[in-house]
């Protein structure tokens, strides 16, 4: 019977993990909700380790991935929902780093702010609550002030000079 507790915590872990991938923090939490003493959990987690299902810095580094790619998501809003997954500080910077290789903070905010921001960014100049509220959207997710006045700023350069060339 010594062995029933660690296999039932090892079962619920494959479980867990072959629903979505984990960070060790989650599965450690999720087999501590469990009811599983300590000792099982280290054990399962172990395991876990050793057959390469658990892996916090390809965790990270996919999970950065899907939220800089399919969310949009800036650096801090990414860090944030990585700390809270039980990620350490310096995996979440290189995580981070690796998504932002595939997709730079001024390309997702080029593609946040979308085909009409010719129309939108000409309306904004004259329009100080459309800009505020563009300023906001993109604060809310993640992005740093500096970075988005200055991608604001060339896009509207940049649609300002195509009118003059019509």
Request: hydrophobic share 40%.
């Amino acid at each position: 019977m010594d062995a029933d507790p660690r296999q039932r915590a090892l079962q619920k872990a494959y479980r867990l993990l072959a629903l979505r991938a984990h960070s060790e923090a989650e599965l450690h939490a999720k087999l501590r909700e469990g009811g599983f003493a300590e000792p099982v959990i280290a054990a399962a987690l172990t395991r876990c380790r050793e057959l390469g299902y658990l892996d916090d810095a390809a965790f990270a580094r996919q999970r950065a991935l899907a939220l800089a790619v399919n969310r949009l998501l800036g650096d801090r809003r990414i860090a944030v929902d990585l700390r809270g997954k039980g990620i350490p500080e310096e995996l979440c910077r290189e995580a981070i780093a690796a998504a932002r290789r595939e997709i730079s903070a001024e390309e997702a905010i080029e593609r946040l702010l979308g085909s009409k921001t010719k129309e939108r960014m000409a309306d904004a100049a004259t329009d100080q609550r459309l800009k505020a509220k563009m300023v906001r959207s993109l604060l809310g997710k993640g992005f740093s002030q500096g970075l988005i006045f200055s991608k604001l700023k060339r896009t509207q350069e940049d649609g300002f000079h195509d009118d003059d060339g019509e």
